[in-house]
């Protein structure tokens, strides 16, 4: 509990600030305060036995490491002798205290008992803590006075806990909730509380024996503005010295002052002597816990110094056991090896490559602006993959070098900056590189299309001038020029078609009507030529027809029926077919 309405008296200086202000700090955490929050959350049967908590406190944890947070678990030690009243309060024991107890000579503190079910639940976060690399300090009494003790000399930054007494043990930074979904905690800083309420450390421990805590009881109607007036009018300076010399009666005189002499004054001395009565509970005598004795707990807790091995001991970096968190998940939760790496590689990754990007940044505090290669660490990040956006953050892609196996993970654009800048730039000018790549492709592309369908429009177009052309021709037209045109094209038809005449067929040769084409020139006679009707056809016929046409005048030309030739076999027409059919029939009857 701490100091009674503490909080509420501390909350205007109360502040919400994001989880990235947790980034390379040193933080100790209460453990047994965690441990009590995440089980009010999972009070149910069924959470306890799934551990539900004990999941809370990982998935806490694991936020706080990718953050590259040094942790410090501090846990409770024995019960200081002055709390053991409220102890056995808490826990409804109404068994009265023994004689030796109620002589604060003989008192000592209290051990805890270690077999409890929440002892348990202690011991099960040490493990999971110390699995992740965390390092464990079990405090000598209070766990908040021991956290407040390593803040107070520098050692950490902040300490969470829900006890608001650790300002009264000397804390100066204060986070007391952290909620994870939001991203948030929340602080208090004592150089707010001195600066906007005007209370130091001295005044805090004030308010504590007026308003009651763990170690007193309070004055019995006094309320908290009350007594934060009272308190801020003797100072901070004064006012312990005040309390030490004449106990709490000037805080029930400026409270009979206030009621305008409706109390008499035997009635504030009856008072008096029950400032430090509980509600109903037992009767505490004067001598019992007197209130120096309250202020020295609080000024002088029984801790760890800050030089001795327990604490130096915890103060050094402990390593993170990879098989080791995977047997505990394994145990506790009942996760395979696979699960257990999905939640924690990823966070490890991230805290490596945040300890590298102080390293670099040192480095350049110091001006030795050394290039990546030459850093004594090796960038934990092989490349950029691609860039991604996590709830509206800039975010990179990365596939990671010799980190338990993890392949790729998500890390923050600015981490990644900060950490190897060159990455950027190199896979910047690979993409754009990539870019100019696909349009050079798609130009390239739309170039071999547009040509392709040029070519095809001019075959088209080739095609259609041809048919015209052939479509034009004259059967007589298709003849040579001239005779060194017949000499050029003139080819024999298969020796099938050959006809074989005897003797005495040489007179009667000379009466039949020649099936061939004959050129007859005033100087060369040609003999009659069998055309191949299977043969392509002739090539340049346009400019054939055309000198056919200026030699007609001086040519002679013995008409003969001509077949149009097609271009291949599989080509031919059915009046190539009757042509040819002919041919034969009147070369078989010459054969005859």
């Known amino acids: 509990m701490g100091v009674k309405n503490l909080w509420d008296v501390l909350d205007s200086c109360k502040k919400t600030l994001p989880l990235q202000h947790l980034r390379n700090k040193t933080i100790c955490i209460d453990l047994s305060c965690w441990m009590v929050q995440l089980q009010n959350v999972t009070k149910s049967h069924s959470c306890l036995k799934e551990k539900v908590y004990l999941k809370g406190l990982f998935h806490r944890l694991r936020a706080l490491i990718a953050l590259n947070c040094t942790l410090i678990f501090v846990t409770d030690g024995s019960i200081p002798a002055i709390k053991i009243s409220t102890y056995r309060r808490r826990l409804n024991l109404t068994t009265e205290i023994d004689e030796n107890e109620t002589n604060s000579e003989k008192v000592c503190s209290l051990r805890r008992n270690m077999g409890s079910e929440f002892s348990c639940m202690i011991k099960e976060a040490k ?7 965390i390092a464990c300090l079990d405090g000598m009494e209070e766990a908040e006075a021991q956290c407040a003790l390593l803040n107070s000399e520098s050692l950490c930054d902040g300490c969470f806990t829900l006890d608001s007494d650790i300002f009264l043990f000397g804390a100066r930074t204060v986070y007391r909730d952290i909620c994870l979904g939001d991203g948030y905690v929340v602080c208090y800083e004592m150089s707010d509380i001195e600066r906007q309420l005007g209370f130091g450390r001295n005044s805090l421990i004030s308010l504590a024996l007026l308003l009651g805590s763990d170690y007193s009881h309070g004055v019995h109607g006094l309320g908290r503005e009350s007594a934060c007036q009272i308190v ?94 995977q047997q505990v998940c394994g145990q506790f939760f009942g996760w395979p090896p696979e699960k257990t790496d999905e939640y924690i590689l990823p966070k490890i990754a991230e805290r490596d490559l945040r300890r590298y990007a102080d390293l670099r940044s040192a480095s350049l505090q110091l001006r030795e602006k050394l290039p990546l290669h030459k850093l004594p660490p090796k960038c934990p990040v092989s490349r950029i993959i691609k860039q991604r956006k996590v709830q509206g953050k800039e975010c990179y892609e990365v596939s990671w070098e010799e980190q338990h196996g993890l392949k790729t993970s998500v890390v923050p654009a600015d981490l990644l900056e900060s950490a190897c800048p060159e990455k950027i730039v190199e896979f910047t000018e690979g993409k754009a590189q990539r870019k100019k790549q696909i349009r050079r492709k798609a130009r390239t592309k739309k170039q071999g299309e547009e040509s392709s369908s040029m070519a095809e429009i001019d075959q088209k177009l080739q095609n259609l001038l041809l048919d015209n052309e052939f479509g034009s021709n004259t059967i007589g037209s298709s003849l040579p020029a001239s005779k060194t045109d017949v000499l050029e094209n003139r080819t024999h038809i298969s020796s099938e078609f050959t006809p074989t005449i005897s003797n005495s067929d040489k007179e009667s040769e000379s009466h039949i009507e020649p099936a061939t084409s004959v050129v007859v020139d005033d100087d060369v006679k040609y003999k009659n030529e069998i055309i191949d009707l299977l043969s392509p056809s002739p090539p340049r016929l346009q400019h054939r027809l055309l000198l056919l046409k200026k030699q007609q005048e001086n040519v002679s030309i013995q008409s003969v029926d001509v077949v149009e030739l097609s271009d291949s076999e599989t080509e031919m027409s059915a009046e190539h077919h009757r042509k040819a059919r002919e041919l034969r029939l009147f070369l078989a009857s010459i054969k005859d």
């Not at 493990?127 to 690399?133: H, V």
């Not at 020295?296 to 103060?315: E, F, I, M, T």
């Open 232 to 325: 801020k009018s003797i100072g901070d300076n004064a006012v312990l010295q005040k309390i030490a010399s004449e106990g709490l009666s000037f805080a029930k005189k400026a409270k009979g002052s206030k009621k305008q002499g409706k109390n008499s004054k035997n009635n504030q001395d009856n008072s008096l002597n029950n400032e430090m009565n509980n509600n109903g509970g037992k009767h505490c005598s004067p001598e019992d816990f007197s209130v120096l004795e309250v202020i020295n707990a609080y000024l002088y807790p029984k801790c760890h110094s800050a030089d001795s091995n327990a604490v130096q001991r915890v103060l050094v970096q402990h390593p993170f056991q990879h098989v080791k968190v």
């Open 127 to 133: 493990i999971l803590g110390m699995a992740l690399g």
